[in-house]
């Protein structure tokens, strides 16, 4: 098997098995609260999306090349199909940031690592509903600041 299939990849292939028993925020936060005090923070959520990214970089170039992404898209649809109604909606939210328009600055279709954590304080800007500087359980209760 190739890199892109390591451990964190395969766990986050799997997560719509652990979805049904888990709202988004539950599973968002058993993911990305890296210590499990209830806050994910941004010092996490980057160490996480350099973990994810390195997963996917199946050559390890530093690049994720399209095929490399097409295989993380396939893996963040998996995880939004185990949802419906507006668990799906919140659901693929918080897929979105990670999708390659969100994280290809320069546009040339390859996103390195530097792009991909570049994007993180934007996700985690839109993730922190209340703008407390940490993303809670509550965060995904409230609706967005108008």
Known sequence: MTKSFSLIAALLLSLP???QAETPAEQFMSTWDRDGNGIA????????????FASFDANE???????EHAIFDEARA?????????????M????D???MEATDANGDRLVSL????????KWFTQLDKNGD?????DDFAMKPAQ
């Open 17 to 19: 098995l652990a979805a």
């Open 41 to 52: 923070t941004l010092a996490e959520l980057e160490a996480m999306r350099g973990d994810v």
């Open 61 to 67: 170039d530093g690049m994720l090349d399209l095929e």
């Open 78 to 90: 998996n995880d939004v199909a185990g949802y419906e109604g507006k668990q799906r909606e919140q």
């Open 92 to 95: 693929q939210k918080m897929a």
């Open 97 to 99: 940031g990670m999708r």
């Open 114 to 121: 530097d792009e991909f954590q570049a994007s993180t304080v």
């Open 133 to 137: 500087g940490g993303i809670t359980l």
